[in-house]
């Protein structure tokens, strides 16, 4: 028997695709028409597997997320834990950086992997002591930071390069090249990530202890 002459859809596979093309194309650029051509099938071959746009993108979201490590919250304090999930979490979006703005205005609906993920953390930073109703403003202040931060990943090193122009902002010129200067071999969007955990960190260590009454504990590292 021959190969068979269309595409065998599931949803991991329509799902993938869906990703390949918000890569290519970023959001104002993916349909269903796109998707489907993509796949070389017809619009209404996707139906049968999502019921429209908004669901393919939660598709989306659970691939990405899937890839955002977790572990550490069953065996690791909540600090150690939350730093490594935000440096999973900025590598996972790197990858995929036309999906930060659409993800990040969606809503979750529909995306159980992620919610699925979400619980996890939720769980473990309850357990660590945080006060429910401020767990949920952590994990977005630390997601608005690291999206941010998986968008500087993906810009050009030189973006902020003031090479012609140091006689007209010579304070700025001067600690852009003290800067390069004590960067060795990791990016600027590497040195500035790490360095803005290591403060966000800091800082919620201090507002952990200040709402739980505790005197710190085991360093977030850097």
Do not use: C, N
Not at 110 to 127: E, K, P, S, W
Not at 161 to 176: I, N, R
Request: a negative charge.
């Amino acid at each position: 028997m021959g190969r068979p002459t269309t595409t065998v859809l599931t949803r991991p596979l329509i799902a993938e695709a869906a990703l390949k093309l918000l890569d290519a194309s970023g959001a104002e650029g993916f349909t269903m028409s796109r998707l489907a051509k993509a796949l070389g099938v017809r619009p209404s071959a996707l139906y049968k597997h999502f019921r429209g746009k908004e669901e393919v993108i939660a598709g989306v979201r659970e691939l990405v997320s899937d890839r955002i490590d977790v572990s550490a919250f069953a065996t690791q304090p909540w600090q150690i834990a939350l730093h490594a999930w935000a440096q999973s979490y900025r590598v996972a979006f790197a990858k995929h950086p036309p999906t930060i703005a659409l993800l990040a205005t969606m809503p979750i609906t529909g995306a159980h992997r992620t919610l699925a993920m979400y619980d996890i953390v939720v769980a473990a930073m309850v357990r660590a002591g945080w006060p429910e109703h401020e767990v949920l403003p952590v994990i977005v202040a630390v997601e608005s930071f690291v999206l941010g931060s998986a968008l500087d990943a993906v810009a050009p090193p030189d973006m902020l390069d003031p090479s012609g122009t140091e006689s007209a902002v010579p304070a700025f010129a001067s600690a852009y090249w003290a800067r390069d200067a004590t960067l060795g071999t990791a990016s600027p969007a590497d040195a500035a990530f790490a360095l803005g955990l290591r403060a966000l960190m800091i800082g919620l260590q201090d507002l952990f202890d200040e709402l739980t009454g505790s005197g710190g504990s085991e360093s977030a590292g850097s």
